[in-house]
């Protein structure tokens, strides 16, 4: 009961300090008089229990603020409090608290991945290291042998897993992240260019030759609805040669944008997360010309998101907004010659290269706990981020990964 009380005291916290706010400092309240940071832990703990009458709602929302406001300037404070919190507990003789706490520390394997064994999806994985780490893994071939958790958040990579999943009880529908529902609008080109409708940062789109030719400017490209990698994708040079165009293969046209550069970003909750620059390595990547058969290749070069320009995440943020039902989504963007910002191409089950499922993890476990992971859980995290870099980096001999 105290944990499910410190739970919603902390989201209390992260949620409603206002935005612009002064960030919190050690209280200097009558009371405290420095103690929170000159105590030893074991005289804090008595401290507290004293100054709080063994009241644990009030002892613990106390050391609760303290850590949420000093997390990130402070980590060592912050987690002397955590151990303040322990104290408490064993001075109190509350073992049943003080197991609890020790139970529910470690921040990884608490997210589940739904995803399609044979896809593909090596990012995922790396020959088991990754799921091993910290997402739990959840496919048809073990789903009825793992020890599913209804309350943990579920990521999905594989619509009809976790469809089966439940369908079957296993999880809870609120706690799915990219709802099967709402993926297909993410994949379907015709379905993107229709929910994002005529907006100024799209190419101009149309969905018959017809409307092409009436509407567009040439040259234009020809799309199938589905698709990846550029595959499929044709460059219509003039109006004549729409006559060979079959409609059955080719149901969406665009106009030509002669782009100046292109980049991926992996976005959370309206947030963009993960950026990776991305570079032609074929005449069909730079140009877009070349047969419908082939497939487009690019170099990916990881990209810190800290420095990503107003111009990119003003757009990016519009377009999460649209895709709201989607919290995990990747959008394919690219600068025009004319310095405009286009989004190309959406994706809700993106490829993961580099420490992007590290990121990713992060940003699912904070939201749905409504607490960041604690310190140990980051220390292997980031261990095992410099692990996927190499990895990365390793993969085509180092071709086409790379860091920026």
């Given at each position: 009961?105290?944990?499910?009380?410190?739970?919603?005291?902390?989201?209390?916290?992260?949620?409603?300090?206002?935005?612009?706010?002064?960030?919190?400092?050690?209280?200097?309240?009558?009371?405290?008089?420095?103690?929170?940071?000159?105590?030893?832990?074991?005289?804090?703990?008595?401290?507290?229990?004293?100054?709080?009458?063994?009241?644990?709602?009030?002892?613990?929302?106390?050391?609760?603020?303290?850590?949420?406001?000093?997390?990130?300037?402070?980590?060592?404070?912050?987690?002397?409090?955590?151990?303040?919190?322990?104290?408490?507990?064993?001075?109190?003789?509350?073992?049943?608290?003080?197991?609890?706490?020790?139970?529910?520390?470690?921040?990884?394997?608490?997210?589940?991945?739904?995803?399609?064994?044979?896809s593909g999806q090596r990012w995922w994985t790396y020959k088991g290291f990754a799921g091993d780490k910290f997402f739990t893994q959840i496919h048809?071939?073990?789903?009825?042998?793992?020890?599913?958790?209804?309350?943990?958040?579920?990521?999905?990579?594989?619509?009809?897993?976790?469809?089966?999943?439940?369908?079957?009880?296993?999880?809870?529908?609120?706690?799915?992240?990219?709802?099967?529902?709402?993926?297909?609008?993410?994949?379907?080109?015709?379905?993107?260019?229709?929910?994002?409708?005529?907006?100024?940062?799209?190419?101009?789109?149309?969905?018959?030759?017809?409307?092409?030719?009436?509407?567009?400017?040439?040259?234009?490209?020809?799309?199938?609805?589905?698709?990846?990698?550029?595959?499929?994708?044709?460059?219509?040079?003039?109006?004549?040669?729409?006559?060979?165009?079959?409609?059955?293969?080719?149901?969406?046209?665009?106009?030509?944008?002669?782009?100046?550069?292109?980049?991926?970003?992996?976005?959370?909750?309206?947030?963009?997360?993960?950026?990776?620059?991305?570079?032609?390595?074929?005449?069909?990547?730079?140009t877009g010309k070349g047969s419908a058969k082939g497939e487009m290749e690019f170099g990916y070069a990881k990209r810190d998101i800290k420095d990503?320009?107003?111009?990119?995440?003003?757009?990016?943020?519009?377009?999460?907004?649209?895709?709201?039902?989607?919290?995990?989504?990747?959008?394919?963007?690219?600068?025009?010659?004319?310095?405009?910002?286009?989004?190309?191409?959406?994706?809700?089950?993106?490829?993961?290269?580099?420490?992007?499922?590290?990121?990713?993890?992060?940003?699912?476990?904070?939201?749905?706990?409504?607490?960041?992971?604690?310190?140990?859980?980051?220390?292997?995290?980031?261990?095992?981020?410099?692990?996927?870099?190499?990895?990365?980096?390793?993969?085509?001999?180092?071709?086409?990964?790379?860091?920026?």
């Open positions: 009961m105290i944990l499910k009380y410190l739970k919603l005291f902390e989201q209390f916290i992260l949620e409603k300090k206002p935005k612009g706010a002064p960030d919190f400092h050690h209280s200097d309240a009558p009371d405290a008089e420095g103690r929170f940071k000159d105590l030893s832990i074991k005289d804090l703990a008595a401290w507290l229990i004293k100054t709080r009458k063994k009241d644990l709602k009030k002892i613990s929302g106390s050391l609760t603020q303290q850590i949420v406001f000093n997390r990130k300037s402070d980590p060592k404070y912050a987690e002397k409090m955590e151990k303040t919190r322990k104290e408490v507990y064993k001075q109190l003789g509350r073992e049943d608290l003080l197991k609890e706490s020790v139970d529910t520390e470690n921040g990884l394997g608490k997210v589940y991945l739904a995803f399609r064994e044979d048809e071939n073990n789903m009825d042998d793992v020890d599913i958790n209804p309350d943990y958040p579920v990521l999905t990579y594989h619509s009809d897993t976790v469809n089966k999943l439940l369908k079957a009880g296993k999880i809870k529908k609120e706690n799915v992240y990219n709802h099967p529902d709402h993926i297909s609008s993410s994949g379907s080109k015709e379905e993107f260019h229709k929910l994002v409708g005529e907006d100024e940062n799209i190419p101009k789109t149309v969905y018959s030759k017809n409307d092409a030719l009436e509407n567009l400017e040439f040259p234009i490209i020809a799309k199938p609805a589905r698709g990846h990698s550029g595959k499929g994708i044709q460059i219509i040079e003039k109006p004549d040669l729409m006559e060979d165009v079959d409609e059955k293969i080719f149901d969406t046209f665009s106009e030509y944008i002669d782009k100046a550069e292109e980049h991926r970003f992996i976005n959370f909750k309206g947030k963009p997360i993960f950026w990776m620059e991305r570079t032609p390595l074929n005449e069909k990547a730079k990503l320009p107003k111009d990119y995440k003003k757009v990016l943020e519009k377009f999460c907004k649209i895709y709201e039902d989607l919290p995990y989504m990747c959008f394919d963007v690219m600068k025009g010659k004319n310095g405009k910002v286009y989004i190309i191409e959406s994706n809700a089950q993106p490829g993961v290269p580099f420490d992007s499922t590290v990121e990713t993890y992060k940003h699912i476990y904070e939201d749905f706990y409504k607490k960041p992971l604690d310190e140990q859980s980051l220390t292997k995290l980031n261990k095992y981020a410099k692990t996927m870099i190499e990895k990365t980096l390793e993969k085509d001999g180092g071709k086409r990964f790379s860091i920026k």
